[in-house]
C-alpha cells in the first residue's frame, strides 16, 4: 500500500445519470476527505470521515452528493441526477490523525457530464 | 470561513531567476502546507510549516510561515523548467479541513 488510489481515473457520463466513486486511502489513516477541484481553482473541502463516521460536510455538498465509509476503509463517492456543473476533479486524500503532517492526496476522479 | 489569497496567480520567470509567491490568509492559523500540480495529476506535498517562523528548503524551494502576519512564501531560487507547474498553498481550518489557495501557475521559460 503506497499511497491513495482512487478508482476511476475519468469518468464521462450523461446529463442526469448517476456516478460512483471509490477511494482506498493509506491503510493506517483513520481521517478520510473528499475535495473538488474545478479548472483553475484550489481544492474545496467536501466532506470527512473519521473511521466510518461522516462528521462533517461542506455546504457543497448537495442533496445529490452522498459518501460512505461503512468499514472505516475505503469510501465512495456518489453524485446522483448529475449535472454539467458537477464536472470537476473529484479528490480524495487521507491522514493519520487530524493530519497535523499533512494530508496525502489520490491522483483523483476527474469526472465530465456531457 | 478561512479565506486564503495567492499572489500572483500566474508567474512566468527566465530559468536561473529568483521569485516568490505570497500566500496571506484571513484567520489565526499556525499550520501551512504547500504543493505542487502538475497538469492533470494531483497534489504533492512540498512542505509543512507547523509554527510561527518556520523555515524549510529543498532544492530550489524555500518556504517560511509568519502566523502573526497571517502570511507564507515560498521562494524560488534559480529557476529551472522543471519547476513549471501550480503551487498551492493550504491553511489548516481548525483541524477538520484544509483551505486551499486558489494556485500560482508557474511556468518557467529557457
Known amino acids: 500500500d503506497t499511497g491513495v488510489s482512487q478508482d476511476p481515473r475519468h469518468k464521462i457520463t450523461k446529463r442526469g445519470q448517476n456516478v460512483t466513486f471509490r477511494c482506498d486511502p493509506i491503510?493506517?489513516?483513520?481521517?478520510l476527505y473528499w475535495y473538488r477541484q474545478t479548472l483553475g481553482q484550489g481544492p474545496e473541502f467536501l466532506t470527512y470521515?473519521?473511521?466510518?463516521?461522516?462528521?462533517?460536510k461542506s455546504r457543497l455538498l448537495s442533496d445529490r452528493f452522498s459518501a460512505e465509509r461503512p468499514k472505516g476503509s475505503f469510501s465512495t463517492l456518489e453524485i446522483q441526477r448529475t449535472e454539467q456543473g458537477d464536472s470537476a476533479m473529484y479528490l480524495c486524500?487521507?491522514?493519520f490523525g487530524t493530519g497535523y503532517y499533512g494530508y496525502t492526496f489520490g491522483s483523483g476522479t476527474r469526472l465530465t457530464v456531457v | 470561513e478561512l479565506k486564503v489569497e495567492q499572489n500572483p496567480l500566474f508567474l512566468s520567470m527566465q530559468e536561473g531567476k529568483n521569485y516568490t509567491i505570497y500566500c496571506n490568509y484571513s484567520?489565526?492559523?499556525?499550520?501551512l502546507y504547500w504543493y505542487r500540480q502538475d497538469p492533470g495529476k494531483s497534489l504533492e506535498s512540498l512542505f509543512v510549516?507547523?509554527?510561527?517562523?518556520a523555515v524549510k528548503q529543498e532544492g530550489r524551494l524555500m518556504a517560511s510561515l509568519d502566523t502573526k502576519a497571517r502570511l507564507s512564501t515560498l521562494h524560488i531560487t534559480a529557476a529551472v523548467h522543471d519547476l513549471s507547474a501550480t503551487y498551492f498553498c493550504?491553511?489548516?481550518?481548525?483541524?477538520?479541513?484544509?483551505?486551499f489557495g486558489t494556485g500560482t501557475s508557474l511556468t518557467v521559460i529557457p
Open positions: 493550504a491553511v489548516d481550518g481548525g483541524g477538520n479541513q484544509f483551505y
Open positions: 486524500a487521507s491522514s
Open positions: 510549516l507547523l509554527s510561527n517562523g
Open positions: 491503510s493506517e489513516h483513520n481521517r
Open positions: 470521515f473519521q473511521n466510518e463516521a461522516q462528521l462533517e
Open positions: 484567520t489565526t492559523s499556525d499550520r
